[in-house]
């Protein structure tokens, strides 16, 4: 019998390890050529490891002294505390609301009834289908006639109030929840706000915390938008500094020691928020898997 | 298409007569109260451009001079442009690709760690490649196929397989951004899947291996038909996210070589910002809009999206 | 609800700085991040002397640069002043986007004799001046100083290298002698596997549109031009010297192995291959001179060789627009003529970048990189009228491009004959105008 479960389990765990592998080695890849000399980052590539590793280009990103000397295509230094803070305050107004509005609509598509309900909620997913090339620019013309040309107001409008992905995303799992505790919540007179805040969206925290953690990367990468509207650099967000170090000119190539430097600063944040929230996640799971 | 479970949810309210649509009306204002602002959001930064984007599609608008009111034109070229539906043609390709490997990896992957592996760590490290974004993973990945100096043939020499072209060849160009793509997103899936799993009742699964089920058989019995709701949306958002692919062939193959990754976004993105035909873009744009919508359609009814097996 | 999306927005808002023009900010963008701090150094300067103008300098990389560039115009926020390119000329030009300077020019008795020939003419349209030239560009052959030295060839050995479709000349002969297999074997012994190449002789980047590194000094020398005469609307892609100068460049790759094919070249570029050992020798642009001489201190630069009409370089260069739409147009009128002033161009000659457009800049810049250890007369050499021709500037550029790029790879994958290709590219841009 133990024999007989053990095999499985053992192609199992080979399968996660060969999935965890495929994972992580081209952001080793990325994190090994941080630590290589501008110089040698093609001579190396082929490898996996970097005999004489230098911390320098992480220095040289940040602006500090550095043994590395940056490459003649390397973009100007990072502020990277205030890309950090920019970073920081874009992606927690932008979670924020998101996960709270669409939240709120997710919920009325699942549970409450009122004309023209689905309809609605199909236009919502629709609004994914419309290529976003098309939309940037009447939403700048507007951000720009509002006057919140190079302020977070202006970076996080066109999102805050729906993702129509986590509005989609919750209501399906709104829909999948038995109801009895809501209905009976409503019988004991509770108002439809409280009965969403207090039972229903409670009891979705695995999917709100991975929702979250979703949202909070991808808001961390967003680029476009953030750069047609926050250059400045008291609202410039980390992405965007980042994308000093991509193309520089037309030809020719980027400063991947530096840019790789940057990237690997830049995602610290977000795996601390992850291992952070990772835990948060376990812990809600446990105790409502306990109840 | 009627959402069955939410209409049970009002069967404790129906009472008789006035009271009963005092009640209702009050339900359906608070209904327009809970989406009211995710509709201003929707109405100001996703309908009204598209509304937009129709009117410009009517038009010759360059971008710098005042727009022309030229009718269906744009639409008539769009019929005969033999590129724009090869470029349709590519991006089906993509998405054929794409999609099934990365939801059954990305499934696999759920089912796994929900059985064998619930640590974070695992999470952390399936998720990993979403942190970097698409540009970057684009990047990242053409050092590593590179033909001559990268290290996958490197690899594939080692192991005595003759090096690849990669990005570099027409035939393995398309193939190559998928597989790009799919290493980025597999882990955002599986954790889609894994929250899904997750909210699967265990007991359910308690009572089945009671009753002598093997895994397979809770796998198709229980997993699939409970995860079903979950699926539809994984499906319907990655397949029209799929046939927007642009960010990594922005940045690897630029649509190339000889036109074999030129996907119908890349194509609108060409016309709209390097040679200036806002016009044209806009009501490719629009075409493409209307086709994604059908093909959503599709799938809903196909995956019979609104009912779920649970309630 | 209302009122939360309300706070939300309005506590963003606090957080947004509230912004305070000064009288005359003139808002100056460019792409090139290695020249920012020297053209940084300028506006002090200018700064230092017109106390009323402030000069506010945006970088971007270039693959954003233009789509910004596009949004500006749109929404009436474009720079007042921004580094233009050939490229993009002909459409902001016909769609009054960028000023036209001659009456500008004429009051201001702006002195346009100092620059070198071809670079004003290349702004220039029907008499109208739509930017005043920075810089110029020419192309060279870039060698790596040690493979050279291993083949037993000496850097004179590349000085008056020769070539023609046919057999490619001496050029093809060296690239011939400096390409190595594993076995260490050279491109022209006997023995030679062309299956397993250690160095490649020659490495190109992927064909370019304007084939400016990798092919248009070639098919030039051989008397091709993509057209007739500036501003034309006739390409002459279908002309058979093109395409015998292509098949010689596909076949170096295809059938002689002393070049990697396009499928093995990947899309890093040629400087990839150079730092990586993988070839002897390429083509370069003036502009990465800087970073040859810092990632690859062995890379010396030889001319171009001479083809059946001698040698030909596109002669390109940016130059410096003033937006339509600008508020302070006197006060961008102001800066970019500093730009082109002897004090600003000094500026940018000693900093060894890249060369200035005025011709009494050339010995400075040319010293400059000589303290830095670098020789660039192969790019001086060739900056002559005989030894030039203009970019193609015509309307729809990159849509000319788009087809012509498609039209190259298919030559270089050799999916069909050269003539057939490329006649077909030409019915369909010839069919644009």
Partial sequence: MSTKLNLPKLFGYAGLAVFGIISLLPIWMALKTAITMPTDVFSTAN?????????????RVLGLPSDVPPPANSGSPINFMIALRNSVIYTGLLVTGQLFFSSLAAYAFARLRFPGRDAIFYSFIAATMIPSIVLFIPNFILIRQLGLLNSFAGMVAPNILMLPFA????????????????????????????????IALPLQRGPLATLAILLSIQAWNDFFWPFLVGQKENVQVMAVALANYQSQTGQGQPDWTGLMAAVMLSIIPVLILLVFFGRRIVESLQTSGMK | MTGRSADKSVNAD???????????????LTGYLFILPALIGLIAFFAFPTIRAAQISLTNWNLMRPAHWIGFDNYGKLWADGKFWDSMQITLLYVIYNIPLQTALGLIIAVLADRLAKSVLFRAVIIAPYLISNVVAGLVWLLMLDPLIGLTNAFLTGIGIPPQSFLSSPDQALISVAGISIWRHVGFTALLFYAGLQSIPRDLYEAARLDGASESAMFRMITLPLLRPVMVFVLVTSVVGSFQVFDVIAVTTQGGPANSTRAVLWYIYENAFQFSRMGYASAMSMVLFVFLILVTLLQMRLLRADSSDLG | MKTLTHYLLVSAAVLAPTTVFAQDTVRYWMWDGQQAPVYQQCANDFEAMNSDIHIEITQTGWDQYWTNLTTSFISGDAPDVFVNHLMRLPEFAANQMIEDLTPLLAKASYDTSGYLPGLLENWSKDGAVYGLPKDWATVAVAYDRDKLKAAGLAPSDLADMTWNPENGGSFQKIIAHLTVDTNGKRGDEEGFDPNSVATFGLVLNPLSPQGETEWAYLAASTGWRFIDEPWSTHYNFDDPRLAKSLTWIRDLARVHHLMPTVEQTGRLGAETLMFSDKGAMTVTGSWLVGLYHQSKPSVAFAPIPAGPEGRKTMFNGLADSIWTGSPVKDAAWKWVQYLGSDACQATVAKAGVVFPAQQDQIETTVKAFEEKGVDVSAFTKVATSETTFAPPITDYGNEISSIVKAALEKVMLGQQKPEEILTNANEEVNSLF
């Fill in chain 1, 167 to 198: 509005v989609f995303f919750l209501r399906q799992f709104f829909l999948s929840t038995p109801k009895e505790l809501e209905e009976a919540a409503r019988l004991d007179g509770l108002s439809w706000f409280k009965v969403y805040w207090h």
């Fill in chain 2, 14 to 28: 129906k009472g008789s007569g006035l009271f009963g649509n005092r009640l209702r009306r009050k339900e359906a």
């Fill in chain 1, 47 to 59: 490898s996996l490891w970097v005999n004489n590793p230098v911390f320098g280009n992480f220095l």
